[in-house]
């Protein structure tokens, strides 16, 4: 179900002055496609909120997949995005990736990305994303499982769903297809 690529490290320059956004913006580094590998400790300062979440999670997955492997942008799926906070919602009272499992929804995608607890909206984009991002490549589904779902050549798609609970906590949902 998951394709795996032989991967090696590739270091690579500096921005070349492109959008540096996801966007598919143009970096001298990325001229010859995707890397094989991510920069290691590759780490973009994030983007500025636009006020909508959904859009904004996905920005900042195009632009880990971007400023860090020279990665395709990954289409907004919204659609899926009332799917995905129900997702987000129903595993606040349960565990991670409970909706997903249950099926309790659709469309939910075939790959599933989970912040569970967060402290904001702005927090889980950022922080969860980038610790999501920086488990990289490997075999092993359950260590780098979320890189890997961030990276599927696969998928072309991916709608992000969030809910806060009554204490405020922020749970956040990327589903994949």
Do not use: K
Request: proline residues 8%; aromatic residues 8%; charged residues 20%.
């Amino acid at each position: 179900m998951l394709s795996l690529l032989v991967l090696s490290l590739v270091a690579c320059g500096d921005d070349d002055g492109g959008s540096g956004g996801g966007d598919g913006g143009t970096r001298g580094d990325c001229e010859d496609g995707p890397l094989a590998a991510p920069i290691p400790d590759c780490s973009p300062a994030p983007l500025p909120s636009t006020g909508d979440p959904a859009a904004d999670c996905v920005a900042r997955i195009n632009q880990l997949r971007w400023e860090c492997q020279c990665l395709p942008p990954l289409a907004r799926w919204t659609e899926g995005e009332s799917c995905a906070s129900m997702h987000a919602e129903h595993d606040s009272t349960r565990s991670p990736h409970a909706g997903f499992g249950d099926g309790i929804c659709s469309p939910g995608g075939f790959g599933q990305n989970e912040c569970p607890g967060w402290g904001s909206v702005d927090d889980t984009i950022s922080g969860c994303l980038q610790l999501m991002w920086d488990e990289g490549p490997g075999e092993d589904f359950a260590a780098h499982g979320h890189y890997l779902n961030m990276t599927n050549p696969d998928f072309g798609e991916v709608a992000c769903g969030f809910f806060t609970t009554p204490d405020g906590e922020v749970w956040a949902v990327q589903n994949f297809q």
